[in-house]
């Protein structure tokens, strides 16, 4: 087995989304496995920028609303002029919103469509046409979840976005893989971030979410950084289409 199937040294990862959370989790280990880093964020992201420099590489500064599809273009025209080349892009991008499917509005509807799917939809393809024109394939990893595999409670335009996800996924690897783009998802699982505040201080949720873990304990940011190098490298060449739950067995039970 050749170790160096992990190096990314000399590759550069978009990552968006990284200020926090899983995002900053996954540019940090692309960083500590060689890449450079493009974060596109909404807000500064001092904490990484500081953690990837820190690892003696780079670190480029977009920002962007993802849900403004419209900017995808120069984005992607912006990260190439500043780093040369991009290799990697992860959609890490995402938000949710909780509400009885009853009473759930077309606003908290389309905000998470647009951000979640959308964008993911969109950036990748831009990304595709640039290693197309780059001509030495690439890596495209996108952001699932449990819900892409799973209804949930409350959450319908999470669910339907992230099923949306894995789903893409696949359609796009059909396409792309000829062309050396390998495109993959990693659906994590309950991970302790933003994005799950409100549901680990719900007591009664978070005790029984945790009961059913089977390894007994949330996830953290620094869980993705093994999958997601994994996911960025030469070692997953022939993988195609796969979403990689990293959820500490919990779909398993
Ligand atoms: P988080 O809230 O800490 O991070 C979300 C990131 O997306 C932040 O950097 C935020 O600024 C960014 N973002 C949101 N809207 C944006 C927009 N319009 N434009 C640009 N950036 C935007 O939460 P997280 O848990 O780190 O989430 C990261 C990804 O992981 C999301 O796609 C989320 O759905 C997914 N996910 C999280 C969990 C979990 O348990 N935490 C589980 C499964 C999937």
């Not at 953690?51 to 977009?62: I, K, M, N, P, Q």
């Not at 190439?80 to 509807?109: K, P």
């Not at 969109?122 to 595709?128: E, I, K, V």
Request: net charge neutral; aromatic share 6%.
């Amino acid at each position: 087995m050749k170790f160096d199937l992990f190096q990314l040294k000399g590759q550069v990862a978009i990552v968006t989304g990284c200020n926090t959370g899983l995002g900053q989790g996954m540019a940090i280990a692309l960083a500590e496995a060689g890449a450079d880093v493009v974060g596109i964020n909404q807000s500064a992201p001092e904490d990484t920028r500081q953690a990837v420099e820190a690892l003696g590489r780079r670190f480029l500064d977009l920002r962007a609303d993802m849900a403004d599809i419209g900017r995808i273009p120069s984005l992607i025209t912006q990260a190439l002029a500043l780093s040369g080349r991009i290799d990697i892009l992860v959609n890490n991008a995402g938000i949710i919103r909780r509400e009885d499917a009853i009473d759930f509005g077309e606003r908290d509807w389309d905000e998470v469509i647009d951000v979640n799917l959308k964008s993911a939809f969109f950036l990748s393809q831009a990304m595709a046409k640039l290693c197309m024109a780059q001509g030495r394939g690439g890596k495209i990893i996108n952001v699932a979840s449990m819900l892409s595999f799973q209804g949930g409670i409350r959450v319908p335009s999470y669910t339907a976005s992230k099923s949306g996800v894995m789903g893409l996924t696949k359609a796009l690897a059909n396409e792309w893989a000829a062309h050396g783009i390998n495109v993959n998802a990693i659906a994590p699982g309950y991970m302790a971030t933003n994005n799950t505040a409100a549901l680990r201080a719900d007591e009664a949720r978070n005790a029984a979410i945790t009961a059913r873990i089977p390894s007994g304990r949330w996830g953290t940011p620094s869980d993705m950084a093994g999958p997601v190098v994994f996911l960025a490298s030469q070692a997953s060449d022939y993988v195609h289409g796969y979403t990689l739950a990293v959820d500490g067995g919990w779909l398993a039970r």
